[in-house]
Every structure is written in C-alpha cells, then in structure tokens.
T-cell receptor
Framework: AQSVTQLGSHVSVSEGALVLLRCNYSSSVPPYLFWYVQYPNQGLQLLLK??????LVKGINGFEAEFKKSETSFHLTKPSAHMSDAAEYFCAVTGTGNQFYFGTGTSLTVIP | NAGVTQTPKFQVLKTGQSMTLQCAQD?????MSWYRQDPGMGLRLIHYSVGAGITDQGEVPNGYNVSRSTTEDFPLRLLSAAPSQTSVYFC?????????????FGQGTRLTVV
C-alpha cells in the first residue's frame, strides 16, 4: 500500500526565511514522489518529482526536495521565501495501480 | 495547448438535482481521473479510467457515475446531489508510461449543494 503524511497543516515563515515542508511516505514498491502547488482558486501545478534518477530534485520557482530512503522522507525546501510562495502544497506518491495518493496538504503563509 | 479543461467553474445545485461535470483533455492521455478536495482531507480519488470504455472506482465513488466514450472526455455525473457532495472537484490526466509520469490538473469546479 502507498500513502503520504504531511506534517503540519499550516506553516508560517517570514519573507526571506527558509521554507521547509515535510512529507513522509509509505510504499510497498519503489516510490515515485511528487510535490504539487495550488494557488488560491486554481488547480494543482507540478513543482517537482522524484523518479529515482537523483535523490536531490530541483523544481520550479527555486524549490527542491531530497529523497531519503532511510527516513522515508521527501521534504520540500526553498532557501528564501517570497510572498508569491503563499499557497497550498501537496505531496503525492504513485501506487501500483497508476493512482496518485495525496497527502492532506500544507498551507504556507509568508509574513512580510 | 489547452491541457485539461473543466466546466463549469462554479455550480449551485439543490438537493436531489442531477448534473454533469465536464472534463476534456487534448494531450492524448490514456489515464483520466476525478478527485474531490475537502478542507483537511487533501484530494480523494472518486473514479478513474485507463482508456476509452474502461472505468473503475476510487476511494469515494458513492453518489457519482462516470463513463469514457472517447480518449478526450471523462464526464462525472451526480445523479441526485446531496449536501455532502459540496466540494471542489478536480479532473486530472496523465500518460500511462509508468508510475513516474505526472498528472495534469484542470482548474476545478466548485460545487455547492443546498
């Protein structure tokens, strides 16, 4: 079975501070992991994905994530938060039946 | 390239009414799916399809029907709307070339059942 857990439903950071959004996964097969971002009243947009080619994955808008098998984690980071980063972020893993399994999301607030 | 297009964007229904949420994609993706998004619950899979004529249930299928007559279209039907179906609905598609391919999402349909 596959699942993801996102720790912290709400995260607040100051503008310019480090962003760290946590995702832990459970998978019975080698995992493929994704981070999506959802801006208000919009659909989900892919930020980055891990497909086993490299453990450190760089995505759009300065975000990156590191796959750590020993910790079953795929945390999302950005060195310096911008106001435009305020959004909902979802971690997801694909299952054996082609479905995506999403976490419950983390709402990021950036304080000016 | 339009990607995944959902209509309508907003809808208010009365309890017991029926309606169809439309989803179309122009990327020739085999896999299409419907999710509902509720606060604190993330996205939950309603129904999915791996090709024309093939559909299957997801995590929360009750109260919803789907069909897939073409590769491009995957409508979601609510036969008798209930207030519990108030939610934001997303359609997504992806190519079936392995588990590492990403899903592309529509802009969503915000449904309120009163």
């Amino acid at each position: 079975a596959q699942s993801v857990t996102q720790l912290g439903s709400h995260v607040s950071v100051s503008e310019g501070a480090l962003v760290l959004l946590r995702c832990n996964y459970s998978s019975s097969v080698p995992p493929y992991l994704f981070w999506y971002v959802q801006y208000p009243n919009q659909g989900l947009q892919l930020l980055l994905k891990y497909t086993s080619a490299a453990t450190l994955v760089k995505g759009i808008n300065g975000f990156e994530a590191e796959f750590k098998k020993s910790e079953t984690s795929f945390h999302l980071t950005k060195p310096s938060a911008h106001m435009s980063d305020a959004a909902e972020y979802f971690c997801a893993v694909t299952g054996t039946g082609n479905q995506f399994y999403f976490g419950t999301g983390t709402s990021l607030t950036v304080i000016p | 390239n339009a990607g995944v297009t959902q209509t309508p964007k907003f809808q208010v229904l009365k309890t017991g009414q029926s309606m169809t949420l439309q989803c179309a994609q122009d990327m020739n993706h085999e896999y299409m799916s419907w999710y509902r998004q509720d606060p604190g619950m993330g996205l939950r899979l309603i129904h999915y399809s791996v090709g024309a004529g093939i559909t299957d249930q997801g995590e929360v299928p009750n109260g919803y029907n789907v069909s897939r007559s073409t590769t491009e279209d995957f409508p979601l039907r609510l036969l008798s709307a209930a207030p519990s179906q108030t939610s934001v609905y997303f359609c997504a598609s992806r190519i079936l070339a392995g588990r590492n391919t990403e899903a592309f999402f529509g802009q969503g349909t915000r449904l309120t059942v009163v």
